[in-house]
Each structure stands twice: as C-alpha cells, then as structure tokens.
C-alpha cells in the first residue's frame, strides 16, 4: 500500500489494520506462520511519502504508524511528484539515506503497489514559474495538452498525482484518490479525463458532499475516484457511479443544511454499507442501480452529470396535461437596465437572502464604487443571485424596491405576467429545480450560477393555478399594507423625534462630528 501524499499517516494507519485484522483472521495458520505474516505487513506493506515541511508531516506520520505498530518506518521526506525522487529542502544526512533508499525501491528495483491511496492537497500547483517546479513539469504528459498543441504552464497536484501514480501501481492493482469536481467537470481539463480514460479502466466515481472537507477548511466539491491500469487493448465497461449524502459531514454542517444531526451517525452507518455492498455486487459482476453506461461518461466524469437524471419529472408534469419547456423559453433576460455609476450619485443597493426575501443592502457611493455598472430592477422583476442561488436565493421584486439597484452578480428577470412570477420564484426555489441545475454546473467551489445554465432547466409552463392566483392577491395586499405601515411609521418617528428634540440640525452635527471612520 502506498500514500504518497500521506500527510500524518490516515490511510495507511487505516490500512495497517484492516491487514492485521485480516491476517488475524486468517484459518488454519500456525503462531509462527501468523507472525510471520504480522511481521510483514508492519515492515514491509505499508509505505508513505510526504513533501510538508512546516511542519515535518513524515515524522508526525511515523509516530503515528509507530503508536499504531507500524515495524517498518516506511515513511520518506521527499517530492513523490519529482519521478526522479527529488529531495525536498537543504541536504541533509538522514534525509539524503532516506531519499537513496526511495530511489533505489522505485527507479532501480522498479517496486510497484498493489494499492494506492491518495487525497491530495486541493490547492497545491506546480507552475512554470518556479524552477524547480518546472523541472517536474516537464516530466509529465499532461503538462501538455495534446488536443490544443499547447505547454501547460501550471498544474494542480491532484492531476499530477493521477499520472504519477500510473507509473507506481502494479498492473492488478488499484488507484483510490480524492479528485476535485472540477477535474472531473470542467471544460479546460476536458485533455484530463482524456488521459484518465485512455490510461485507466474506471471502476468507481463515488461523489462526496460539497461540506465533507469543512473541518479542514477546504470549500472544495470531491468524489472519490477508483482507477486499475488499461492493460493492452482492454476497453471500458459501464461504471459504478454513487452520490454519497452523509459521509464526512460534522454535526453542526448537518443541522444547517436541515438533516437531523441526532441521527447523522446512524444516517452515516447506512450510507457507507449501501454503498460498500452495492460496489462489491458490481465487482462480482451482479447487477446493481448504481452502475451507469460508459456512454454518459465520455466527457465530463462527475457523477451528478453522468447519472443523466437531469428534467426526471418531466414524464410526471406531461401526465398532469403541463407542457413542459426549457426555463429559457419562458423567462427572458431584462433589457436595458444598465446604469452608469456616476461619482457624485448614490445607488440603494439590494440582495437577496437564501429565504427568498429581498433586502435592502448598503447605499453606494458612486465616489467609492468598484463596479463601473449596475443594475435597476423594477417591481414584478425576478431577482436571483448568482452566488446563492443554489441555497434558494430568488424573489420577486415588490413595489417599495422598484427602482433600487443590483451588481452583475445578479440576473434580473422578466416573467409574462404576475401569476408567472410567483409561480416560478416558488418552483424555481424547490429542490428538484435546484438539484437540476447542480447537475449540469461545473467547478469544485461555491461558483457562481448563471443564466446559460439556469435557462436549460426544464419546467412545467404556468397557465392557470387557482392556489397561485390566490397567492399572487395574498402578496400584493401583503405589499400594500407594508406600505402603509413604513409611510405611519415614519411619520409616528418624525413626532416623536421632532417632540424630543433628538433629530435636529444640532443632534447631527453632533453626530457627524463625534463618529468613528467608516
């Protein structure tokens, strides 16, 4: 077993034991047999590599394999990218002993690995900037994209890591590596899963939630990824594909995203044997839900994509006598909204929260403005935020925001009537709409979300709902009253401020006097 990004030593800790745990296991062996057995898995199974220096993470990992009875140490300071096994750092007698072993193993006595296991740093990049970088650059494939004829002036490690271990596995054995979503979906690594396809059979993408790595910080959307060596002219078959919902969430990411944090273990529990039992009966060959044709695959490789169940209500809403059409046809785009800040304007600002409300944001001074240009939206407009729409953020405008502006980080619709816009800020806030877009979305963040792909979502077209006419009244006597109510209260402030002498000429002089910096 090999981690060649093995940070404090996890996988292979883990590793470890379920060989002990097997051999233990093991019927009909004698104690010198077993022990044997246990001695070999300690001193020479188990193999780890790391590059971190600040602080030293191969020793921190040897100390955890050694609490955890590792007998080999086989854990090496060095760049397991560098595939002439490069020193990391100053020379250094013990690491230099270390990095001559390394080579010796891997480059003279070609050893290869059985299993590797790998979760490499999401944001560490390799770039033609750097020397010594460049130097390993230079060593990889995909440093050049074959496709566009181009040099490659930078890579993430993730990727090397998928070519660098083709030369380390053995050719039964297999890759299990976390890989960023946006590897795996996104249109300038198209030359990636390029290689990935030509170089590999694909066993398994199994998708993990976009809050898995929150503990460590790291805003990332992951899968986990199983490859095994192309042999020959051995082709592709269908692929275990599975969405994992539960695994790697913490308690207090559950409650916020409303799963019940008191059962999240158990919901754990479940989810990992469903997943475990269904990818064994793929590898036996027996039939499973989960296995998608290799066809949806041959592009993109994320699994929201490739499980091509994007519009999968449609066949119910055409039953129901709706017609059903791409959102773009029935929404459009608002035309000449666009206003040009001006230094001595101010502009009313709004946003939209993840509840579907808008709210009044700062009051910019066109003085202090970034944007050039902005936005201004008018009373029945349908407001989305490009940045939380995934999360719900979308409303309609009501009458007491007509006239307010949005930055370019907001699309500004226009529905055909009233009714249309309640409707479709209602439907487009469900989560199967939602769930549809995210599965034609690409990237590994937070991105944001844009009209070309909110407008191919299928939906139901509005035509008459007695619930939505009744809502579309309810909202506008809502708005009224809330008019009403801001206009009496003004005036009920006025009296009193004007009676207590506390909003006068002085009173803000005063003010504008004694307060801090903005």
């Known amino acids: 077993v090999l981690d060649a990004c093995c940070g404090s030593g996890g996988f292979l800790i883990a590793s470890l034991s379920k060989m002990l745990k097997q051999a233990s296991n093991i019927p009909g062996l004698s104690s ?121 002036n930078k890579l993430i490690s993730s990727v090397m890591f998928i070519e660098r271990y083709k030369d380390l596995v053995s ?108 990818y064994r009966d793929y590898t036996d060959g027996k039939h499973s839900s989960y296995v998608v044709p290799f066809s949806n695959c041959s592009d993109r490789l994320d699994v929201k994509f490739c499980i091509n169940d994007r ?66 939206v008018k009373t029945w407009d349908l407001l989305i935020s490009n940045m939380g729409f995934g999360r719900g953020a979308i409303s309609v405008v009501p009458p007491h925001h007509d006239g307010k502006f949005v930055s370019n980080e907001y699309t500004i619709l226009i529905a055909k009537s009233k009714e249309c816009a309640i409707f479709y800020w209602n439907l487009l806030r469900t989560k199967e709409i939602l769930g549809d877009v995210f599965s034609s979305t690409t990237g590994m963040n937070r991105g944001r979300i844009k009209w070309d792909i909110i407008q191919t979502v299928l939906v139901p077209v509005y035509e008459s709902n007695i619930e939505i006419k009744k809502l579309t009244r309810e909202i506008e006597a809502f708005w009224k009253a809330y008019a009403k109510f801001t206009k009496s209260k003004n005036v009920h402030i006025m009296h009193v401020s004007n009676e207590l002498d506390v909003a006068g000429k002085a009173s803000i002089e005063r003010w504008l006097s004694f307060k801090p910096p903005e």
């Open 311 to 376: 519009g999968r209500k449609a066949p119910l809403w055409k039953k129901k006598g709706l017609k059903v059409e791409p959102l773009g046809k029935i929404l459009s785009i608002a035309n000449k909204r666009a206003v040009k800040v001006e230094e001595d304007s101010q502009y009313p600002l709004l946003i939209v929260n993840y509840d579907g409300e808008i709210n009044d944001g700062e009051v910019l001074d066109g003085a202090d403005a970034s944007y050039s240009t902005l936005y201004k």
């Open 32 to 152: 010198r047999e077993r022990n044997e057995l246990e001695k070999k898995i300690k001193t020479k199974s188990v193999y780890g590599i790391d590059a971190g220096s600040d602080p030293a993470m191969y020793k921190i990992a040897r100390m955890n394999m050694y609490l955890h009875g590792d007998g080999g140490s086989n854990i090496y300071y060095a760049d397991s990218l560098d595939k002439g096994i490069g020193r990391v750092g100053n020379e250094n007698l013990e690491v230099d002993k270390q990095i001559e072993e390394l080579r010796m193993m891997i480059l003279d006595k070609g050893m290869k690995f059985d299993l590797i296991l790998s979760n490499p740093p999401f944001s560490l990049q390799y770039t033609r900037e750097n020397r010594d970088q460049s130097h390993v650059l230079d060593q990889y494939a995909l440093s050049r994209d074959r496709s566009g004829g181009k040099i490659i």
């Open 171 to 278: 050719d039964e054995g297999k890759i299990i590596a976390v890989i960023d979503d946006s590897v795996l979906s996104g249109s300038s690594y198209g030359y990636i899963r390029d290689y990935i396809r030509n170089s590999f059979i694909i066993e398994a993408i199994i998708s993990l939630p976009g809050d898995a790595f929150r503990r460590a910080a790291a805003r990332v959307k992951t899968s986990v990824i199983v490859l095994r060596k192309k042999l020959g002219h051995e082709s592709q078959q269908d692929v275990f594909m599975a969405s994992s919902i539960y695994l790697g969430l913490e308690q207090k990411t559950a409650k916020r995203i409303g799963i019940k944090y008191t059962e999240l273990d158990q919901l754990k529990k479940e989810e990992k044997r469903t997943i475990v039992s269904a």
